[in-house]
């Protein structure tokens, strides 16, 4: 990982530029991608605590591995709803450490801390947020006059936005759904909700023969994918037909309950990032009291479920229609985001400007041109382009 790793290089003489950082992180993953991560900010000179904010994919030998190094990790493969939020409340509530800066990934983190410890919040210094959903919910926050800190929207890097958002989603949504149904793609309707993010994820479907619809509701990631050559429609006028839904917003409740009662036989529900909330999932879980009784969940294997209705009829959820069955990213594409991740605590403001300044703000032009240059150094285009050295 070049990029992950190119910071420890850049300090010159053993330099520590993140002495007296104090980091919470929440990591979509605990994979070795989060690994090279945790140990260039601790190489710089930072504290780390670590959770994972996707209850499926850690990988329990490299938390293993992260724990026997020193560092306090708090993540396993298959954590409860209870586990994952009281592994996040062991990495905040410790004695004698109050952390000052936040690497979120979904918002879950920075909201426990402020619901739960807000004395804590207002001694946080910077927060780090690289999805979608996360920068929805700071923008919710300083829309409402409640964001005290300053933070950095790492989702909408053109770093971020082209390799993690558009190629490496275009390889790893087949990947997820072929681990997890082994189907086929050729021929297959999909509807794909939110073209901003989904673009790759629609690119490979319909490379592979499937017959792509977008719902969008920007009007020019809505005229990208007409131009792109995809079908625009609502929601509600291909759930019937089609036999794969897929969310890529960010948002919540895009796919209702309602939508769910008209989805026909077999259909198959997922989701690009790593939180539920963008399908109403609740509402078919037998077990909350808001569930209609009369469904019943099967579990077929591991990450999929089938939610069968009274007349036979049944979908079929994966991972609980978190990150398209749970399944991690290529190390060449984490690479990207996660170098900007390990970049931004060191261009977010040690103290809240005194001049008035609208958070989150977005990476600086020079972090997000870093990871691209320091990715070129595996490719043989690097002497053709001279790239300068990232500073």
């Known amino acids: 990982m070049p990029g992950a790793d190119g910071p420890r290089k850049e300090a010159p003489g053993g330099e520590k530029p993140l002495a007296g950082a104090k980091i919470v992180g929440l990591h979509t993953t605990i994979t070795a991608q989060t690994a090279v991560l945790m140990e260039t900010l601790a190489a710089l000179g930072a504290q780390c605590r670590w959770a994972a904010c996707n209850i499926y994919s850690t990988l329990n030998e490299v938390a293993a591995a992260l724990a026997e190094s020193g560092f306090p990790v708090f993540a396993w493969k298959g954590e409860s709803e209870d586990d994952f939020w009281w ?57 409402a006059g409640k964001l005290c800190v300053p933070a950095m929207n790492v989702n909408d890097s053109v770093t971020k936005q082209k390799f993690d958002n558009l190629y490496c989603c275009r390889e790893s949504i087949l990947d997820g759904l072929k681990r997890t149904t082994d189907m086929m793609f050729g021929g297959k309707q999909v509807v794909v909700c939110g073209y901003g993010d989904g673009e790759g994820c629609c690119a490979a479907l319909k490379a592979m023969g499937s017959i792509v619809y977008v719902t969008e509701i920007d009007p ?30 960010g948002n919540k409740n895009v796919v209702s309950r309602e939508h769910l009662d008209r989805m026909k036989n077999g259909c198959i529900v997922c989701n690009m990032g790593h939180s539920n909330t963008e399908i109403d999932v609740v509402s078919v879980t037998p077990v909350r009291p808001v569930a209609t009784p009369e469904l019943t969940w099967e579990r077929v294997r591991s990450q999929v479920d089938h939610v069968i209705w009274p007349d036979g009829k049944r979908i079929v959820l994966l991972a609980e229609v978190r990150a398209r069955g749970g399944i991690g990213i290529s190390w060449e594409f984490w690479d990207h985001p996660t170098t900007e991740a390990g970049k931004a605590p060191r261009s977010a403001s040690p103290t809240v400007p005194s001049s008035p300044k609208r958070f989150p703000v977005l990476v600086p032009e020079d972090g997000d041109c870093a990871p691209a240059t320091l990715s070129m150094e595996k490719y043989p285009l690097k002497s053709i382009l001279n790239l300068p050295s990232p500073t």
Request: aromatic share 8%.
């Open 87 to 143: 592994c996040i409340d062991r990495c905040v509530n410790v004695e004698g450490w109050q952390p000052n800066m936040i690497l979120d990934d979904g918002g879950d983190l920075t909201h426990w801390i402020y619901k739960k410890y807000p004395n804590m919040f207002k001694k946080i210094k910077g927060i780090v947020e690289e999805s979608v959903t996360g920068v929805h919910r700071l923008y919710q926050l300083s829309k």
């Open 220 to 249: 020019i990631c809505a005229l990208q994918a007409c131009m792109d050559g995809f079908r625009l429609v609502k929601l509600n006028e291909v759930i019937r037909q089609v036999d794969i839904v897929i969310t890529c917003t």
